[in-house]
């Protein structure tokens, strides 16, 4: 292989590569886009003939003197590229550069025809293409994008793909690519894609499937693959922030659900993660998924154990209209104790009806999973789309002492929320332009999101019940009408003449203002076994007249979105609103600092303690 470079032509408009700022944000940072890229891209390769989990091995390769000569012949001639991008590798030895290696199996690898730059198969999808994929239905990418966080977790922006397709299990395809800034070298420019291959006709870059060239470099790298269908990722010079121990917890947060469910076995370093050893592996990585880290992989075992089985009910049609019209009945009395007496996970189908502006109408369905918490915590929820998670989902939904689950599963649905999905594929966006085919995606998705919380007002309303002696052991008075018997006992309630001490209750917290901000400290009333504890937190400008909670806009400031700074120790927050927090507390003392808001303005601070 050599490094193939497209010299730019006077007429062309230059193109720099810049969205890898989508992958590293203060919501998803690099280590965790990663995993959730890699995986996602297996995932969607599933093999049809695959019954059992995609599974993928993760290594770190440590640099080894034995390889030395290989590598720097192999990267000679990228140098003065990756100089003339301004990157500084001063520091780098290109004979030992420490390799993470990414490989899958049970999937089908990047099928296609590579020979051809038209073909839309995933060989071109995944090398030849930037901001555009063919992937639709129920595949999990939609941008074109992903691949990129492979070059960005190298020092060099460089990663290599050895392939073994399903359908040509006897040959080997090795490709590489380094993504770099237009640069000019010897008074010419090149554009930013430079790629390790063969070159084909009219300069086309081509997969070397020469066997000593794929046995050297899957020597050197580590790769494990021999004639496995799959695809296997060596990114050398990986940056020093990702390591396994940072990568573990990243794998336990974004992909317990098919790990759990059944659907993907990772192995990573020196740990096995499965449906088997999940929870062994996150408690000795200190893993919480929610306050309610147990009960939450238990409630997904139980999804698990219920996904073959009908579902305790089918709502009607006008569920989005009316969700007390959707359930009536025996029924609903049923399922209301079942979750709320028995204590059992309830499952419940919401029909939805899409219209696609090519494809017509189409019918699917949506599954809703609700389970009360055991020990009364506040509980948690799940947005998952085909095998991923949708974590900024779950802020749509309040969770009252409850776990509870939108699995989108169906292919239409899942189609359509792929489309809805941001490219890092953490939430859906109701006006995103791949929607466009879609008639009227955004009351469609509200009417998606807003399905559990719904359901779960319908399930677990609160009941009125009269209870007239409720009352009667702390308002009583001494009976002094006149008495028809004056013999007769006086009356067994009375108000003692020395009333009982008031018992002052200590607050367990404080709030603290600052400029600009404010600070919650415990008190020390607050002691270890009334721990943990869960706060919500609402803030809002004040106001001349009227309530400033109710008063409140998001264009006061948004706390969802970035421009806020917020730190906490010995707690964990999110933002449930734009101008509310969830805080848990898990250690005496914690403190949550809130800073950023406007010093010109009085800001009132509402702190409860949620039960």
């Not at 990157?87 to 049970?106: Q, R, W």
């Not at 099928?111 to 063919?134: A, E, I, L, Q, Y």
Request: charged residues 25%; neutral net charge.
């Amino acid at each position: 292989m050599k490094i193939m470079c497209r010299e730019l032509q006077a007429d062309e408009v230059e193109q720099e590569v810049t969205q890898r700022d989508q992958f590293n944000t203060d919501e998803v940072n690099l280590t965790a886009t990663l995993i959730r890229e890699s995986h996602q891209n297996s995932a969607d390769a599933r093999s049809k003939i695959n019954s059992g989990p995609v599974k993928t091995r993760i290594n770190l390769i440590p640099a080894n003197k034995e390889n030395s000569h290989y590598f720097n012949s192999l990267f000679t001639d990228l140098k003065p590229h990756l100089s003339a991008s301004g990157i500084e590798t001063s520091d780098l030895d290109f004979g030992m550069p420490n390799i993470l290696v990414i490989e899958d199996f049970g999937t089908t690898g990047l099928t296609g025809d590579f020979m051809t730059k038209s073909d839309r198969g995933p060989f071109n999808n995944f090398w030849r293409r930037v901001g555009r994929s063919d992937k639709g239905g129920a595949k999990g990418g939609r941008w074109g994008l992903g691949k990129l966080v492979f070059s960005s977790a190298s020092q060099i922006r460089s990663f290599f793909g050895m392939t073994v397709t399903e359908d040509a299990p006897t040959s080997r395809w090795l490709m590489g690519q380094a993504v770099l800034a237009t640069r000019e070298i010897d008074g010419k420019e090149y554009a930013p894609h430079v790629f390790f291959a063969e070159p084909g006709k009219d300069g086309l870059q081509l997969p070397s499937g020469d066997a000593k060239i794929v046995d050297a470099f899957a020597t050197a790298t580590g790769l494990t693959r021999k004639y496995e269908p799959g695809l296997s990722i060596a990114i050398p010079f990986i940056r020093s922030d990702i390591t396994i121990d940072a990568l573990i917890p990243e794998v336990l947060k974004n992909y317990f659900f098919p790990i759990l469910t059944g659907r993907l076995s990772i192995e990573i370093g020196n740990e096995s993660i499965n449906t088997t050893t999940f929870d062994d592996v996150a408690s000795r990585y200190n893993w919480q998924a929610t306050g309610s880290n147990t009960q939450l992989l238990d409630f997904i075992r139980e999804i698990r154990d219920a996904t073959p089985n009908p579902p305790d009910a089918v709502l009607n049609a006008d569920w989005v209209k009316d969700m007390g019209n959707a359930l009536t009945g025996e029924l609903l009395e049923e399922l209301r104790k079942k979750i709320a007496t028995d204590m059992k996970m309830v499952r419940v189908r919401a029909p939805v009806i899409l219209k696609h502006r090519n494809q017509g109408t189409k019918s699917t369905f949506i599954d809703l999973y609700l389970r009360k918490t055991v020990d009364q915590s506040r509980g948690g929820a799940l947005y998952v789309r085909g095998e991923i998670t949708v974590p900024d989902e779950a802020r749509y939904f309040t969770p009252r002492q409850t776990l509870a689950a939108l699995v989108a599963s169906d292919g239409p649905v899942v189609s359509f929320l792929g489309d809805a999905e941001n490219p890092a594929h953490t939430k859906w966006n109701g006006n995103a332009d791949k929607l466009r085919d879609w008639i009227a995606p955004a009351p469609r998705l509200n009417e998606i999101r807003s399905s559990l919380g719904k359901l779960q007002n319908l399930l677990l309303q609160a009941v009125d019940v009269l209870e007239k002696d409720a009352l009667k052991d702390i308002f009583s008075l001494d009976d002094i009408s006149p008495q028809k018997n004056k013999g007769s006992k006086p009356p067994s309630s009375t108000i003692s003449s020395q009333p009982p001490p008031i018992t002052i209750s200590k607050s367990l917290f404080s709030i603290v203002p600052k400029p600009g901000g404010f600070s919650i400290l415990s008190s020390g009333a607050l002691t270890e076994d009334l721990l943990p504890i869960s706060l919500t937190v609402s803030m809002a400008y004040d106001v001349l007249r009227g309530d400033p909670f109710v008063k409140f806009s998001p264009h006061d400031f948004d706390l969802t979105k970035t421009g806020l700074k917020i730190e906490a120790t010995g707690a964990t927050f999110q933002a449930a609103g734009p101008n509310q927090l969830l805080i848990e507390c898990s250690v005496q003392p914690f403190q949550i600092n809130c800073s950023g808001l406007d010093t010109h303005r009085d800001l009132i601070v509402r702190a409860t303690r949620t039960q």
